[in-house]
């Protein structure tokens, strides 16, 4: 059986939910790359985004609403989450609450993750949606610090090129 994906329609169809829900996210990971790009290069399993602690329980009600529910992982917490539906479509919840510096903290702060001040005021594109997403040199050095694989070479390495960033150390075995 082939894995599902999030095509373009379901994007935008979220999106729109959750703007009439009063919930404001940023897009993050691969359909990030791609709106800040204008235009989709691969296919996606997931949409990640990050939201508002505050505006969660608005945000899985209205996805309940839709037929969504908790999909299982090892790394499930509070912060970072999926809700799937029946036909294969999957949200990845990034859950942050803003600092006094900024920064949108993802959990415990004593964990050290966040996105930076300014790694969400990026812009982009999905299909004729203009939407609020990680700015393109965030994108490429939160793709670094694991194994990268080919996926993620043709998301930094299209961004890189695109926006004249240098390409990360991670990435010279792809060069």
Do not use: K
């Not at 059986?1 to 009063?22: C, H, I, K, N, Y």
């Not at 989709?40 to 309940?64: F, G, K, S, W, Y």
């Not at 479509?89 to 900024?102: K, L, P, T, W």
């Not at 982009?124 to 694991?146: A, K």
């Amino acid at each position: 059986m082939s894995r599902p994906r999030m095509r373009q329609g379901d994007v935008l169809e979220f999106l729109a939910l959750m703007e009439r829900t009063g919930v404001r996210v940023w897009v993050d990971g691969g359909w990030a790359v791609d709106a800040c790009l204008g235009s989709q290069t691969r296919a996606h399993a997931d949409l990640d985004i990050a939201v508002q602690e505050h505006d969660v329980p608005a945000a899985t009600a209205a996805l309940r609403g839709r037929g969504y529910r908790p999909v299982p992982r090892p790394d499930t917490s509070a912060w970072n989450f999926v809700l799937g539906d029946d036909g294969g479509r999957q949200i990845d919840f990034h859950v942050i609450v803003f600092d006094e510096n900024g920064d949108g903290v993802l959990g415990p702060p004593e964990n050290g993750h966040r996105y930076p001040a300014g790694s969400l005021t990026g812009a982009g594109r999905i299909g004729e949606r203009q939407v609020n997403c990680v700015t393109p040199e965030w994108l490429v050095r939160f793709h670094t610090g694991y194994a990268v694989d080919a996926d993620d070479w043709a998301d930094v390495s299209a961004l890189c090129e695109r926006f004249a960033i240098p390409v990360p150390e991670d990435y010279q075995r792809f060069r």
